[in-house]
């Protein structure tokens, strides 16, 4: 009876292994691919540029806290991305002062444009 049991069994799981793997799959268009290659090195390329040490100290002198920034750069949208990273590419290599405080600068413009931060406002 135990031996019947256990033929059944592996007889039931033998005839299992032949029904196909159902697995999704859609069409992913080559420009969809292409924007979200762009998309992840151009995020690389301004996380990179946010993570230094100077351009931290900065954003806690302004009020605005390194957690904040990250969430909003990646909220941007793909062109919005594209261009920060792209005025970051073109600063000089050096990576002094004036770039930092570009770079910033222009953090906080898209922080303040939407609605974030109240930087601007406090100034009479």
């Known amino acids: ?6 033929v059944y069994v592996l007889c039931l799981g033998l005839l299992n292994l032949g029904s196909p793997m ?3 799959a859609e069409l992913i268009g080559t ?12 995020l690389a390329a301004v996380n990179s540029a946010l993570a230094r040490e100077e351009v931290r100290a900065q954003f806690v002198a302004l ?3 390194p957690a904040q920034v990250e969430s909003r750069v990646a909220a ?4 919005e991305l594209r261009t920060l990273a ?4 073109e600063m000089p290599a050096g990576a002094d002062a004036l770039a930092v405080i570009g770079i910033v600068f222009l953090v906080l413009l898209i922080l303040e444009a939407v609605g974030v931060i109240d930087i601007f406002k ?3």
């Open 31 to 42: 420009l969809q691919a292409v924007e979200a290659s762009t998309r992840a090195q151009d």
């Open 76 to 79: 941007l949208t793909d062109s």
């Open 86 to 89: 792209g005025q970051m590419a």
């Open 122 to 124: 406090k100034f009479p």
């Open 22 to 24: 159902v697995a999704q």
């Open 63 to 65: 009020g605005v806290s």
């Open 1 to 6: 009876m135990r031996n019947r049991f256990v």
